[in-house]
């Protein structure tokens, strides 16, 4: 058996990523190398030697990271709140960013909540809220047909139930309106035309990441829609682009039906995202309301 030495080869490997203009070179180079071992990151630092099998399949999956494939379709799964979500080929990504909406909705849930997931793509966040609050029910909504096979994938033998529908339609979960605790929405939120890195241009689907010119399209479907699933004194968050805080918060208050809009940065200070609490105003939607 010929042994190829790990740290040598890893080495090797963050130059041949570095030069593909990957930012995260040598953290690929070892999350990589992890795949191929079968081990956690963590145990790289007890592994030695590949065999050559195992250098082969790492050099492989280097060229294909280095063309810019993304690391989470090469080794198939991407860590969501302590999960591994399947994702691959017709199925977004889930980002850690997107891990604080989830930590502000599970916050003063109440026992027993309803909360529905809408666009849900590979079902990250439904599936991380019914996996911390087991004691919810959990619905999630998806457009798009390939990702809703991912999340169909995903959530099978969970408590999530899963519709294949679009998630600003009076119909999806209509039998849900007004009794619904928490709405989390990741919706697509690019404006159109804005340049991308090349894992999101050559592998994110464009339903999953653009919603028209500013970005909004998507959005304001979502204010409309959650305004009517929610039961008054529920809550909603919705993750958009950094530069729209001001806007979702705009679009929020002038639906007429929320109180207490307000937008939420990370750590870094980047607006992330935004949330509101269903009050008892008619809103623009009162016929919506009134149905
Ligand atoms: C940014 S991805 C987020 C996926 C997932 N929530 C996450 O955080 O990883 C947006 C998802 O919304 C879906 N989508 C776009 N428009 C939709 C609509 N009108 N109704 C339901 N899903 C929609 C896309 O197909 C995509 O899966």
Redesign the pocket.
Known sequence: MVELQVRRSMAAATALLAEAGITSARTDAELLAAHVLGVPRSGLMLATAMTRAQAERYEALLFRRAARVPLQHLVGA?P?RGLE?AVGPG?????PE?EL?VEWGIGALPAGATVV??????????LAVASERPDTTVHA????AS?ATW?ARNTSGTAVSVVC?????AD?LADLDGLVDLV??????VPAGTPVEPEVADH??G???F?GADGLD?IR??VARAASLLRLGGRLAI?HDASHGDAVVRLLTEDGRYEEAMDHVDLAGRSRFATAVRGSGPGRGLADLQS
């Open positions: 991407a969501f979500v199925v977004f990504i889930p980002r997107t909406l997931d809408l666009c849900s793509g590979s079902g990250a966040i439904a909504v998806e457009l798009d990702a999340l529908g679009d998630a600003t339609s999806a989390l929405c990741n919706p697509p939120y994110d689907p339903r999953a990441v919603a998507v479907g979502i993750e």
